[in-house]
């Protein structure tokens, strides 16, 4: 299975730069994707990476380092309905399965 | 288009009773899964379908918990003899593939008393 590890809540002010971390273990990487979940909301996807580098939609960007088994989330221009859970997950093909793996989820908190 | 829909949206029940929770997917999408989402928790995997056909149920936790997909689109998830434990969020969710990007329903709030 994996371990994927994210902090547990990031505070950040509206209008800045804020930086979502994590982390992972597994043999058999095969992708990687975030999602944000607002309270009380379904989780609706953000970002997918598989191959190393900076992806990049608007305001978020997402980053991946198989060799590291890091990845990181960027969201610019934060306004204040940025404020929600950040879910990685990460999908490990080596036992056969394709279906991703949920990290616990970061909750960002965006103040004025 | 039609999201991923669930029924009912909140479920109170009496423990031991039996409750079945519904998901339909969006139409065309091949994989169906279930989780299970405690308050402040990403969603935990229980079981997915790729079509009719179950792929994968290693994280249905006991055998009260069981899944179906006859047709391979709506999915029902029964979970016999209730237990307080049993209290959460269950979330579906599909994809066009299996671990592709998925849309997730709205989930059913159960409480079991």
């Not at chain 1, 990460?90 to 970061?106: A, C, H």
């Not at chain 2, 709506?74 to 049993?86: A, G, P």
Request: aromatic fraction near 12%; glycine fraction near 10%.
């Amino acid at each position: 299975g994996q371990n994927i590890d994210q902090p547990t809540e990031m505070t950040a002010t509206e209008g800045a730069i804020v930086q979502i971390n994590c982390t992972y273990q597994t043999s058999g990487f095969n992708g990687l994707f975030w999602y944000q979940q607002h309270a009380g909301e379904a989780p609706t996807f953000l970002s997918y990476n598989v191959l190393d580098g900076l992806e990049e939609k608007g305001r978020f960007s997402s980053f991946l380092s198989r060799s590291k088994g890091y990845s990181y989330l960027l969201l610019k221009e934060l306004q204040m309905k940025d404020s929600a859970s950040y879910l990685c997950a990460v999908r490990d093909q080596s036992g056969g399965s394709y279906i991703p793996t949920f990290g616990r989820g970061t909750s960002l908190i965006v103040h004025p | 288009g039609a999201g991923v829909s669930q029924s009912p949206r909140y479920k109170v029940t009496k423990r031991g009773q039996d409750v079945a929770l519904r998901c339909d997917p969006i139409s065309g999408h091949v994989s169906l899964y279930w989780y299970r989402q405690a308050l402040g928790q990403g969603p935990e995997f229980l079981t997915y379908f790729n079509y009719e056909a179950q792929q994968d149920k290693s994280g249905l936790p006991n055998d009260r918990f069981s899944a179906e997909r006859p047709e391979g689109s709506i999915s029902t998830l029964t979970i016999q003899r209730t237990e307080q434990r049993d209290s959460a969020m269950y979330r579906c969710a599909s994809s066009l593939v299996a671990g592709d990007e998925q849309y997730f329903g709205p989930g059913t709030r159960l409480t079991v008393t």
